[in-house]
């Protein structure tokens, strides 16, 4: 919701969104929240690929599956290592989520102040290391009151 308030803000532009939920019983539900129709199919199987390795887990009994190497060497040439994949799942517990945000471009100090509180761990992002941090910091402070 605050992702989709900044973007109808034009605080963020978002190029793509996808929230991965895995229920209590482990099942798992793609939610796009937002897909531009020009990229929509080189997307939607880069994204149904990740989350495909990631429920396949532990990169996933994949290593003498040629599917699995088809998998990985699909995620490898996107930029995704082995050890985000592993991460990525030991991460997606039941009753949680995932959030997948490719952003163009943010007001971040705007941004920031609306993200305060929100929770969450980055597992990956192309941020600085000092952006990361801070970020971090942000959603890990004391929700905004006001």
């Given amino acids: ?12 532009d ?25 990229e929509l199919t080189p997307r939607r199987g880069f994204w149904h690929t990740l989350v495909g390795a990631i429920v396949m887990n532990p ?9 699995g190497g088809a998998i990985r060497g699909a995620l490898a040439s996107a930029g995704v290592d082995e050890d985000f ?9 039941d009753g949680s989520s995932l959030l997948f945000v490719l952003v163009r471009h943010a007001e971040p100090d705007k941004v920031l102040i609306a ?5 969450g761990k980055i597992l990956d992002t192309t941020l600085s290391h000092e ?16």
């Fill in 115 to 119: 993200l305060r509180g929100t929770g």
């Fill in 14 to 38: 978002i190029e793509e969104a996808l929230v991965a939920v895995k229920d209590e019983q482990g099942e798992i539900s793609l939610l796009h929240s937002y897909k531009p129709a020009v």
């Fill in 59 to 67: 990169v996933l009994g994949m290593a003498t599956d040629a599917r």
């Fill in 85 to 93: 994949l592993k991460d990525l799942a030991s991460t997606f517990q």
């Fill in 131 to 146: 952006a990361e941090a801070t970020l971090q910091a942000v959603l890990d402070a004391a929700p905004a009151t006001g």
């Fill in 1 to 12: 919701m605050t992702l989709r308030k900044l973007q109808q803000d034009h605080l963020i």
